[in-house]
């Protein structure tokens, strides 16, 4: 049963487990990522029964705010440059 819920979790779209699905499938490959969001899961079960609290997802941005955008765009724009691309940001602007 918890792996049906993990498999369901990480295709779903903006929420906390396939977004942290995302993240670690790269890492570890499909198998360990599973288990690893069948083991949020189960983490997340258990605070709320001790807790006797509901559930409340963190949305598929989470990681984006935690890390703080200016350091993902560091890390991007790193990125690029190893790959031998040379990158001017200009934000957008908004109407």
Not at 8 to 36: D, E, F, I, N, P
Not at 82 to 91: D, K
Request: hydrophobic fraction near 40%; charge should be positive; proline fraction near 1%.
């Amino acid at each position: 049963m918890l792996g049906q819920a993990a498999i369901s979790a990480c295709r779903t779209k903006g929420t906390y487990l396939a977004a942290r699905y995302r993240r670690l499938v790269g890492r570890r490959g499909r198998r360990r990522a599973l288990v690893a969001l069948q083991h949020s899961i189960l983490i997340s079960i258990w605070h709320m029964f001790t807790r006797d609290i509901e559930y409340t997802d963190l949305g598929g941005e989470y990681f984006l705010e935690r890390t703080g955008k200016a350091r993902a765009t560091r890390r991007l724009v790193s990125q690029l440059n190893r790959l031998g691309y040379q990158v001017n940001l200009q934000p957008v602007e908004t109407t």
